[in-house]
Each structure stands twice: as C-alpha cells, then as structure tokens.
C-alpha cells in the first residue's frame, strides 16, 4: 500500500487516534487494561480503534481510500491485508469512490408492503442504477433499516464538515425528487424521533417497559430522574450484586434477544470469573428485518438504557461497559451519546459513581452494516478491530468474551426489563405475563397492519389480540399471513392466530417469536417475492466463514429462482426436496444462529402457506 494520505484523510485518522506522538487518548488507555487480543503488543492494544478510525475516513471523506487505509494501518500498525479485509466487511465503508451523499433506500420486507419496489425502479429512471455515481450523488438498495414502522424507508449516508446522517421515512416522492434534483431534503414525513403511535395518552396502562417513552424529555438528565430515573441504581447499590442477581432469577426474567436465556443466571455466571476485567456489552445492534423496538426505546428514553447497563457492570464486577450500535441509527446514536456525556457529569458514570465508590464508564461503539455482527462474538471481534465473524462456541462469552474476558452481553429490551424487576422485586415482576415467560414483551408491527409501531403486551397475550390493538388488516382486508420473529422465524396463517405470544407458547406452535417481530401480509401480498427477498438477505449477510451457509444461502435462492421460473431442475417436488435438504444441512452444520435460521422462513412458507405448491 503506497498512495499517500490526503491532509483531510490525515485529520480525520488523527481525530480518533490522536496526532502522531501525543501517545494515546484517554479513552484508548482505559479499554487497554488487560487487553488480550491477537497480534503483538502495539498492535493487539491498538487494534480496537480500526473501526472508530475507519468510521472516521468514511465520514469525512465518503469512502476509505487506499491512503486513508495505509495511514490507518501504519497508525495502528495492522497489516494493510487484515484492515482491508475489515473495511470490505461492512456495507456503510466503500474502499472505491463514493459521493458524499448517498441515499440507502430499503427495499426489505416490510418496505416491500410500502411500495419499495416502485420506488426503486423511479430511482432508477429518473437518477440511474443503483450503486453509480449521478453528479454527486448515489442511491443503494439496502435491507432493513430498522424504520419498518414509518416504511417505505431510507437512511442518507451523509460525509464532509458538519454531515450528518439522516432517517428519512416514511420516504415521500418529495424526497426523491430533493435527492435526485442535488438539493435540500423536506422534513422526513413521520418525524425522525417520532414517538410509537401506538402510545396515545389513553392507552399508557400497562406500560412497563415504554412507561416514559414519549413522556420524558430524552436530552434532559433531570426530566429522566423526575420520571422515577436512578431508583434502580440506588436499589441495585443497596442490595448489592447478589441481591441483584436473586431478583432477577425471582423474576425469571430471560433475555429479549433471541435465544431467551435466563439473565440472572447469565449475570451470575459473569459475577463469579476469577479473571479479571470483567465487561458487560448491551447488544444494540438491531438488524433483524422487521426489528425497531430497541431503536424506539434508545431515542426516547435512552438513559434507562445507561442505567440498565451501569446496574449490569456494577452487579457483574464489570468495569467498563460497551454500547454496540446498530450503524444505521444516527438518532439514536445522538440521544444515547448526549446521555452517557450527561450521566458522566452528573457523577452517574465514571469514578465514584454517586459519591459510592463505585466505577463503570460506557463507551458507545457503532457498527458499520452488517447484520451478523449482533450475534455476540462476532459483535466482539467487530469491536476488537476484526472481521465480525463469530467464534465457535464454547469458550462462551461469560468466560471469554470481550477482549478474552468474562463478558455479560444483553439486549436493549432485556437490559431495560432489569430497571422494572428492581423497581416491582422480583416476585411481583413475575406477577404478570406466563409462569414461564414473566413480564412484558415488546413487540415490533409493520406492513400490512392499520397502525403499525411498537406494541409492549404481557408475555402470553394472544396474537389475535396483538393484531387487533394495532387495528387489524390495514383496509380491513383478510389476513393472509404473518411472520413471527423476523427473516430467522417463521410464518404463521390466520389459523394461527390463536397462538399465546409467550416463549413456550411459540415453542408448542413450532415458531419462534425472535427479536418480537410480527409483520403482516394481507390478502393480495405477493409472498413468492417475500421469501425470494428473505433468501437473498441470508445470501448477502451470511459471513462466509462455514461453508453450510455460505454455499447454503446461495443454493437455497437459486433454487427458489428456478421454482418461481419454472425452469427446474427435474420436478417442482424434487426442488422442493432439495431446499428442504439444504434446510437441513444449514441448521444442523452451520457454526453460528444465522446459518442454522436462514432456512426458517422459507421452509414455513412452504410448509405452513404452500407457497410454493
Ligand atoms: C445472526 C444473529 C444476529 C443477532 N442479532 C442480535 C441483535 O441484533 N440484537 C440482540 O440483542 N441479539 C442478537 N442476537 C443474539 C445475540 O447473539 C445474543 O444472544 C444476545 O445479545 C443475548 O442477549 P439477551 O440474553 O439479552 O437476549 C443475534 C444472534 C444471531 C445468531
Ligand atoms: S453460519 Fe453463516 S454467518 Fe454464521 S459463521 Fe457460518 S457462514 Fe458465518
Ligand atoms: S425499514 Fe424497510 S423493512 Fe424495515
């Protein structure tokens, strides 16, 4: 790698690592305690900030040049290979030239109920294909964005001085033709901070998990300790890590993020390493197709967030924690940022939290596109400065996690539900919802649904009566389907409404609620296209690390092609057969989640829908 640096890359890199010689920056020197990573020592203690540094090119000059890299790498001291291979990992980084704006337009799922498709194809017509510079400007087409609420969405990739990126959903023609004709954007039509429509003034009883959403002020620190904010801590500090961890195994509380594990046996798992740093991560990397839950709580209320996070570092002996955040989430993170700078100066993080004794410090790291990064270990890698591929299991993450070191990792949700089983004690938290799902659930409605937005509901709560509160069938139209936990779950038919939205509810009915996603199709969705679109986002985000998914992925679209087409291979059934192999093959062989999922979806369309018959 021998091109130069432009001055502007220069100052960009410098901005994140310090200027040559000034030695490290403060927050560098805190995250190299017991830093065990790959590599020799400069490198290994450095490594971590490749992604902060590459954020850093890519924001200030819309893509990562090949002197961008080479200065980050001799900063760093990365081999110039190994820092290419992270920087092509991630679809927001370009290692080839981008314009400074460039408008990612979803055309996932739920966007598809919204008219993604026409809008793409008008993108196309009046501005040029996709992933092509047009004087200035660049359009891609994207999986979700985490906006399905307010779809059909769009998220502007904005580099250069004072940049910044933008949701823009739902995405008007006006924002179309401000794109294509180079000049200001209109107001996003729903409000990139909308509140849930979901929660009007009459409808809050109940609220556990949404109680301040839209009531609190998210900038104000005070307005958050009106609201109740800190109680939690104080009682967390009270009873102290093993009090804390017998609340949450009295709660029975189990983790919202898909694999529903129980969060006070995992809590204690991490407590109890001799080795030490501990760490503890909250998993807000949120790329689910269908997913926004987290994403509303952490732009309305993102200190419980903050307050969750430093309960779980104090309870786990953990003294720094890590926000992972989903890339595409600008909104979310300002509000998270803006809270972690106010909870610092108001002595609620940093040394002697609250005059106690206590230290934990969070730092907020961004992720970059790339949806199996919020599988934990390859979340891990990516923070460390790697490829976020996951690591094969055991060691588990409780043992050697972060950096090699025991590390306690949740979900938003879960971390939130920690604030309500404090607040009610455990008992009384288990009060409400199923003996073996307790507490309340968020969940995330979209597509063909009257009012879609995130609905908070006892664990148990039947589906019918979920669907019912977001209005039904948009139009009154008949249900055609829904699909339960996102492009790793599964479809359901409207004789399945019954179904109790609780974890072993889901169980008997052989679905999986995931990460709470229920979007809706009505009766004239075309669902062929829908599990064409879900195969193709396996295909993309797969990692490639295990062959199962990687050549899986691939010949369960081509397969489905040529279902659709008509041009198969032998009989329609003997396709039918072969993607039920690959199903098999994927779920039984692959090493991590995404593969053993990726055939969920599919496989129940054909099943449940006969989608395919
Ligand atoms: C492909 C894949 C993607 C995942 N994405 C997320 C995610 O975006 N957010 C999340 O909290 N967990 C995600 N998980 C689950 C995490 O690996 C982990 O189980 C979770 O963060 C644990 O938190 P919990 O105990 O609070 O559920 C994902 C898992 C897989 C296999
Ligand atoms: S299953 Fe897929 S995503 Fe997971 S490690 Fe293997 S290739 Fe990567
Ligand atoms: S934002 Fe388009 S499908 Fe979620």
């Given at each position: 790698m021998t091109a130069s640096p432009t001055e502007e890359e220069r100052t960009a890199v410098d901005r994140i690592l310090g200027t040559p010689g000034s030695g490290w920056t403060g927050g560098e020197r805190d995250l190299l305690d017991g830093h065990v990573a790959r590599g020799g020592r400069q490198a290994r203690e450095r490594r971590h900030l490749l992604l902060p540094a590459l954020h850093s090119l890519q924001a200030s000059v819309g893509w990562i040049s090949e002197g961008g890299l080479g200065y980050v790498c001799r900063r760093l001291t990365i081999p110039p290979a190994e820092a290419y291979g992270v920087a092509t990992f991630y679809s927001m980084f370009s290692t080839t030239p981008r314009p400074k704006a460039v408008l990612h337009v979803c055309d996932d799922i739920a966007c598809r109920t919204a008219g993604a498709t026409d809008i793409g194809t008008e993108f196309e017509r009046?501005?040029?294909?996709?992933?092509e510079e047009h004087g200035g400007r660049m359009w891609l087409r994207s999986p979700c964005l985490g906006l399905c609420e307010r779809a059909p969405a769009a998220l502007l990739q904005a580099a250069g001085a004072g940049a910044r990126d933008a949701a823009l959903a739902p995405l008007g023609q006006e924002h179309a033709a401000a794109f294509v004709a180079g000049g200001g954007w209109p107001a996003p039509g729903g409000g990139?901070?909308?509140?849930?429509?979901?929660?009007?003034p009459d409808s809050r009883e109940g609220l556990r998990l949404l109680r301040r959403v839209g009531l609190v002020d998210p900038g104000s620190f005070d307005d958050y300790r009106a609201h109740g904010g800190y109680a939690a801590l104080r009682r967390a500090v009270e009873l102290g890590p093993e009090g804390v961890i017998r609340e949450l195994k009295d709660a029975k509380l189990l983790g919202r993020g898909g694999a529903a594990f129980p969060t006070g046996v995992k809590w204690e798992l991490v407590a109890k390493q001799p080795v030490r740093p501990h760490y503890f991560v909250c998993n807000a990397d949120e790329s689910e197709p269908g997913t926004f839950k987290d994403r509303v709580v952490m732009e309305h209320d993102p200190f419980a967030v903050i307050e969750a996070l430093t309960i779980a570092g104090v309870s786990t002996g953990a003294e720094k924690g890590f926000i992972?955040?989903?890339?595409?989430y600008p909104q979310a993170h300002a509000t998270l940022g803006n809270a972690v700078e106010l909870a610092r100066a108001r002595g609620f993080l940093g040394e002697d939290m609250m005059g106690e004794g206590f230290r934990f410090d969070v730092e907020i790291r961004r992720g970059a596109g790339a949806y199996i990064c919020g599988e934990e270990t390859a979340l891990f890698n990516s923070i460390e400065g790697y490829r976020g591929e996951p690591r094969n299991k055991p060691p588990f993450p409780v043992e050697r996690g972060l950096f090699g070191k025991p590390t306690g990792i949740d979900n938003v949700e879960t971390l939130v539900n920690v604030l309500e089983v404090l607040r009610l004690g455990g008992p009384a938290y288990a009060e409400v919802g199923t003996p073996d799902s307790t507490g309340t659930r968020l969940f995330c409605l979209s597509g063909e649904v009257e009012r879609p937005g995130v609905y908070e509901v006892e664990c148990g709560t039947a589906l019918r009566d979920l669907l019912e509160l977001a209005g039904g069938v948009r139009g009154g139209r008949a249900l055609k389907a829904i699909l339960l936990g996102g492009a790793a779950g599964g479809f359901v038919g409207p004789?399945?409404?019954?179904?109790?939205?609780s974890f072993e509810g889901a169980r008997e009915a052989g679905v999986t609620l995931g990460s709470g996603v229920v979007m809706v199709f009505g009766e004239d969705a075309d669902l062929v296209d829908t599990v064409l679109r879900i195969a193709a986002f396996f295909r993309d985000e797969s990692c490639g690390q295990c062959v199962p998914c990687r050549v899986g992925t691939v010949r369960q679209e081509e397969a489905l092609h040529r279902l659709v087409s008509g041009r198969t291979i032998g009989s329609p059934k003997d396709e039918l057969a072969l993607l039920a192999e690959i199903a098999q093959v994927m779920r039984d062989a692959s090493i991590c989640g995404l593969g053993q999922t990726a055939a969920s979806a599919v496989q129940s369309a054909i099943s449940r829908l006969e989608v395919f018959s």
């Open positions: 009046s501005l040029g294909p996709a992933g990139s901070t909308s509140a849930p429509q979901t929660l009007d992972y955040l989903r890339g595409e004789e399945h409404l019954d179904i109790a939205l």
